[in-house]
């Protein structure tokens, strides 16, 4: 799964810091702190790739970025949504 790899070292150090297990780039690429990934992980980060692929690299880093400052992180509706896809890939585990 191309879209889907283990993060380099340095991105691996940031995932740590910060506590996150993983993070999509605009380049719609998803990179893990842990690899091979958790479905349910990998279902969240297709739909960040969803995300960028509807509004494009630019306008999802711009409304990620304001529906932080609206909502913060946890209830951030595109955070909302990708759990959402982490749900539903608990029930459905089709490859991506
Ligand atoms: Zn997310």
Known sequence: MTRHRPAPLVLRWWLRATGFQAITMPWRAAYYLHWPAPHRLV?????????IERY????????YAIG????GYWNHPME?????AEYEALFD????
């Open 43 to 51: 279902a969240h980060e297709q739909a960040h790739i969803r995300q």
């Open 56 to 63: 494009g690299a630019v306008g999802f880093l711009w409304r």
């Open 68 to 71: 932080l400052i609206r909502h």
């Open 80 to 84: 909302i949504e990708a759990r959402e």
């Open 93 to 96: 585990q089709r490859p991506f």
